[in-house]
């Protein structure tokens, strides 16, 4: 039975037993019955009902072994004396068809009750948004005025390359990865950024750096080891800053892009710490020179001459990658190929803990290529060069903010 509070004042609640099978039918019926008249006109159920100041006879009986019991609830919008005496006059109730029987009222309950517990928790409700929202609508405010200015102070260099306003007019630039670096940085009031998108860096970059002083800023993490990798390869880099390690330079504090620009690497130090050089450079490019007449160290000792970065060569797809493949699927595993013979099988599950563990054996065993049922992710990409691997061969690719640099990755349609 659903009595539903928010219809009537009151609620009788009362229970029935009666010797015999009877069913709600019949205890309705003896309710109207053997009420009629007993409280005069004024408070007749039948005209009661008709009126609104009382609801229907809701009955809950089971018979079990001869007998029946049940409950009884009728909903009630009169005032307190008339719903006593209705609720009083139920009990003299005695027979229900044939069978005597025995009506016991149990509560009489005031239903406003919880219709004040349902007022208190929506009010609790309301008043809690109310002060969030006016806590929030003066920072909502600035921050929004803010965000436009800022979206507005984006231009495009040379049409398609987001930018500060004074890229152009500066002496000096900063080279960031993507236009949320630009944001952050116009946001703490540096607008001499340019995001060159991605690791391949483009030619109107690579011209703008051999005009002005090149600062190069970059995410801690892999990829943007791979952006000043590639930087130092085709443009012309004075000096080198990154974002702590694991974070993103459009994520950091005002503090930290302070810290780390003043903390920057000039890039011949970079590159010897790191034992990289520039391809070609000889030690004595023009950044070089301007570099050491900046500090102003003598270039007279001899050094010793760091190892070249090797270039990535182009890989074919070869016959045996859909081969491996196709052996693969649905398995939810991955393999190693030394040269296209099988060096290893691990699950999906533990290959980035087996790439960790195991990348330098691997390497040493002249594994390139990793063959998986799976999908190609930015984690997978900066784990595989541990390992040595070069070729990546997959059933799909997933969203990369940049492509890799030294990797050929393969997906099925690829291979098709």
Sequence with gaps: MNIDPTSSKYVIRASIRANGVVNKSDVVGAVFGQTEGLLGDELDLRDLQKSGRMGRVEVDIKSDKGKSKGEIEISSS?????????????????????????????????????????????????????????????????????????????????????????????????IVEGRGDVLNLLKHGIKNAVAV?????????????????????????RGGEMIIQELLQVAEVDFIARAPSNTEVEHITHKQIMKCLRDKTSAELFMEQNKWARPGSGGSSKKTRRSGSKKGKS????????????AAEP??????????????????NARFLATEELADEVSISGLQDQLESSGGTYKKNGVNTLVMDGIITQRLIELVPKAGIKVIVAEKKGPLPRDPVGITMFTREDLA
């Design 315 to 332: 890989v074919e797809a070869s016959p045996i990658f859909l081969e491996q493949l196709d052996a693969l699927q649905g398995s939810k």
């Design 197 to 221: 998108e991605g690791t391949n860096i483009p030619k109107e970059v690579v011209a703008l750096t051999k005009e002005k002083t090149v600062t190069a800023f970059v995410d801690g993490d």
């Design 299 to 310: 270039n007279d000792k001899p050094k010793k001459e760091a190892e070249p970065v090797e």
């Design 78 to 174: 009169m005032d307190q004396v008339e719903t006593s005496v209705f609720a009083a006059a139920l009990e003299t109730v005695e027979r229900v068809g044939p069978c005597k029987a025995t009506v016991k009222v149990t509560a009489l309950e005031d239903s406003r009750t919880s219709k004040r517990e349902v007022i208190i928790e929506r009010a609790r409700a309301l008043l809690i948004d109310l002060l969030s929202d006016s806590r929030t609508a003066g920072s909502t405010i600035t921050d929004t005025v803010r965000k436009a200015l800022q979206t507005e102070e984006v231009v495009r260099f040379k049409g398609k390359l987001p930018a500060g306003p004074n890229v152009e007019t500066s002496d000096a630039i900063i």
